[in-house]
């Protein structure tokens, strides 16, 4: 059973920096699209980036500037840079991911457990 496993989450200072990664627990055929979420004590989960199978990202407006997403596609691995992180970044970040086992078998899309990042002074 394939799982998406998320790291890099932590404690940090206001205007420090994290850098998350999601990458499958198994060996896979391909990821494809591949998208961040967090979701805040109370709040709803709300997409922060997305980076395609071919590189093209989009971020939410807020994080712009800020969070950088990128993929290393040998090692299926897709990566959220974090500067300048805020207290309002707070939040559990989940990746959200279209993968595809082996070629033989169709696309799914799957979640990971989530990882804990905490921005307080």
């Known amino acids: 059973q394939v799982q998406l496993v998320e790291s890099g989450g932590g404690l940090v200072q206001p205007g420090e920096s994290l850098s998350l990664s999601c990458a499958p627990s198994?060996?896979?055929?391909?990821?494809?699209?591949v998208n961040w979420y967090r979701q805040a004590p109370g709040k709803q989960r709300d997409l922060v980036a997305t980076?395609?199978?071919?590189?093209?990202?989009n971020y939410k407006d807020s994080v712009k500037g800020r969070f950088t997403i990128s993929r290393d596609n040998a090692k299926n691995t897709v990566y959220l840079q974090m500067n300048g992180l805020l207290p309002e970044d707070t939040a559990i970040y989940y990746c959200?991911?279209?993968?595809?086992?082996?070629?033989?078998?169709?696309?799914?899309?799957?979640w990971g457990q989530g990882t804990q990042v905490t921005v307080s002074s």
């Open positions: 959200n991911a279209n993968l595809q086992k082996s070629r033989f078998e169709g696309v799914y899309n799957l």
């Open positions: 198994t060996s896979i055929f391909r990821m494809y699209t």
């Open positions: 980076i395609s199978t071919d590189g093209n990202t």
